[in-house]
């Protein structure tokens, strides 16, 4: 049972991610295609901002590893992937490593140099997502060339759901804007709000404290401890699919 809603967890969040980074790559690349490159502030604010180069190439760049890392992370979960092509496997590893370690320093350009919409207390939690991103890259990659093969899979989870936070970001504010049918604890136009600070954080820290969860009651739980971490994945699970659904129908989808 906690396998199960494990893997039923994991297939969810792939499916909303690949969604997601086509979203990316048909909006941005088409206008990229078209010569139209304010076609990038259609749905990001400061997106493209007119002779700012380097902060532009910086962002291309920033959307195409995104792009990258949310394909190459789809590809590192599969284990028929592993079991079928090892060298696929191990050399999209490496890819999948160096697009987030550069995400994690691209998104701190854009953040802190560039700036972006937002408070001070969003910025603080977008960092913390970044700093996680690079550690949990360098850990990963640390246990992989030593060897330590169970050490090396538990931090290329934890990268998995830190890489995931932008996404995990956008599908908890379109799932909770669908449940009240406007803007909740935040201001629209500003951007900004309590809620938006908490999702900041939240982003990054509450599925890594359940994937600490998971790994307790498979390594170590009780068999209660098994099913109430399995009733709170599937309860995960639902939440996951209903934010996907509401950012693919309500954001992602009419965009391209």
Not at 43 to 72: C, K, Q, W
Not at 94 to 112: C, D, H, I, S, T
Not at 249 to 255: D, N
Request: glycine share 12%.
């Amino acid at each position: 049972m906690l396998e199960n809603s494990a893997r039923s967890w994991a297939v969810v969040a792939i499916t909303g991610q690949l969604i997601f980074a086509t979203y990316v790559s048909v909006v941005y690349g088409k206008a990229l295609a078209a010569g139209n490159m304010k076609g990038w502030n259609v749905a990001m604010p400061r997106g493209y901002v007119e002779g700012d180069t380097s902060g532009n190439i910086t962002l291309g760049l920033h959307l195409l590893f995104a792009v990258v890392m949310l394909a190459g992370g789809a590809a590192q979960l599969a284990p028929w992937i592993r079991n079928r092509y090892p060298q696929f496997y191990r050399w999209n590893g490496r890819l999948y490593l160096g697009a987030a370690a550069l995400m994690g320093v691209g998104g701190l350009y854009l953040l802190w140099v560039r700036g972006t919409v937002g408070g001070l207390g969003q910025h603080l939690g977008t960092t913390l997502n970044a700093v996680l991103l690079l550690l949990c890259a360098a850990m990963t990659l640390r246990h992989a060339i030593a060897r330590r093969f169970r050490d090396h899979q538990r931090w290329a989870l934890r990268l998995f759901l830190v890489t995931g936070g932008v996404w995990c970001f956008r599908i908890s504010l379109m799932l909770i804007l669908m449940i009240y049918r406007r803007p909740v604890g935040f201001d629209l136009k500003a951007f900004d709000g309590p809620l938006l600070t908490f999702l900041s954080f939240a982003q990054t820290l509450i599925p890594l404290a359940i994937l600490e969860l998971y790994l307790w009651a498979r390594d170590r739980g009780t068999a209660m401890g098994k099913m109430a971490v399995a009733g709170l994945l599937i309860v995960l699970t639902l939440a996951t699919a209903g934010g996907v659904a509401a950012a693919t129908l309500g954001m992602w989808l009419p965009r391209m």
